[in-house]
């Protein structure tokens, strides 16, 4: 079961949902991985503090030119739609850090003056949390390019019963990628104006990617009654209200857990993951299913 968890901006408590998630799983003795996809910016291991075992490199393919045998006829340029070769007066110029890696360049290339390579853009690094089997992927710094890191995140998912992807905030590519596939997506937000409009874009990409969803509302007792009546409106399930608690936010800068440092969010997390595994397990969610 592959529960991802996501938002429509910054901010809004997805790693605090995605961490406390993870520790509530593992407390009721479920087999669970914690997978963090925000590879910008990974910040789960701040909270589960694993003890890592394993890193692997993530390297994605890049074209390597001999100029010996290019005649400068440009073919490569004229195939490349993301501008990472660029031929004028017959010298070839390579960008390959806007490489998609598509293979476009050395398969049309008439003389074998291109061919493969292989570039480093990031790590991925694997461990556990106790009984949370741990995976993140990391960047590396300069990189554009997020999706290959996530792809590899992905492709390295630990074996267990119950996988939460912590994803990258906002809609944008890095954000479909980590997704994708996802038997349940779990919307983080805050009953606020800027909280609400980017739940409203974040909902359309999930929309797009005919997969089931619904709502946690962070900080729930601030702010105003907007994006309660948004999802009522358009029959979207709110799984969770957590309360605006300086505690937790203390916590939090400590590095801690709501789970493990105040009881009453046991409660709260113990019943989301219930009301998931139900939803997920089950397939019987119309929460997403928006006219």
Known sequence: MKIAIASGKGGTGKTTVATNMALAASSNGIDVAYMDCDVEEPNGALFLKPEFYNEIPVEVSVPEIDYA????????????????????????????????????????????????????????????????????????VGEAMSPPVIRGVKAHAPHSAFLIIDSPPGTSCPVIESVRGADYVILVTEPTPFGLNDLKLAVDMIKALKLTFGVVINRADAGDLKTREYCREFGIEILAEIPDDRRVAVAYSRGDTAYHSFPEYRDIFDSLLERIQMLAGKNEISAGEIG
Request: aromatic share 6%.
């Open 69 to 140: 045998k290019c005649d400068g006829c440009g073919k490569c340029g004229e195939i490349c739609q993301f501008n990472a070769i660029a031929v004028m007066l017959k010298k070839v110029f390579l960008f390959p850090e806007l490489c998609h890696g598509c293979a476009g360049c050395w398969l049309v290339c008439p003389t074998g003056a291109i061919t493969e390579a292989r570039r480093a853009t990031g790590r991925l690094e694997m461990g556990s949390a106790g009984k949370i089997k741990f995976i993140h992927g990391l960047l590396n």
